[in-house]
């Protein structure tokens, strides 16, 4: 069975810093990988996801992630952090025949002090 | 861009009673899920609804829960006979055929109180 943990539940962080959040599945066969944003208020919404192909990928609003099969992990990155990123971010995993079939992580809170 | 639009934002219903959450999918989508997050815990698979007929289903939607496409347009979540435990925000979605299929678009969810 597929699984997917978010080791932090919150991370608070300043404006225009760096921030890593972190994201490690688990899975019996090819996956893929997704991490969503959800603003107060609103639905979830998609930042980025990873199939195949390069292991860095690139997504909306200058986050990024990187697949590592060894370790299991999709961090999701972004160098500097703005105000309006405040937000629960959950990443998600697929078995590739499930489709849309998302597994979530509890999701972790940023928030961003000015 | 388009959007995945739910209704009502809010549902209080009294324990055992029917209520039916409305979604309209995205028009061109072919793959409707319903997902649902209860207060402190992770979003969860329900439902995925495909070609007219459930196409997966998870252990949490028994019997009292069922889904339908009334109208080509619409797309609802059916709960029979209302517990406490199924008080959460509920979170419909759809997503397009091929390539197109592992990306979901969410609406905005209904938050279910029952109490």
Redesign the interface.
Known sequence: AQSVTQLDSQVPVFEEAPVELRCNYSSSVSVYLFWYVQYPNQGLQLLLKYLSGSTLVKGINGFEAEFNKSQTSFHLRKPSVHISDTAEYFCAVSDDNQGGKLIFGQGTELSVKP | EPE?T?TPSHQVTQMGQEVILRCVPISNHL?F?W?RQILG?????LV?FYNNEIS?KSEIFDDQFSVERPDGSNFTLKIRSTKLEDSAMY?C?S?GGGAL?????????TQLSVL
């Open positions: 995945v739910q793959y899920y997902y815990q992770k979003v969860e698979f995925s997966e979170f979605a997503s299929k592992e990306k979901l678009f969410f609406g905005s969810g």
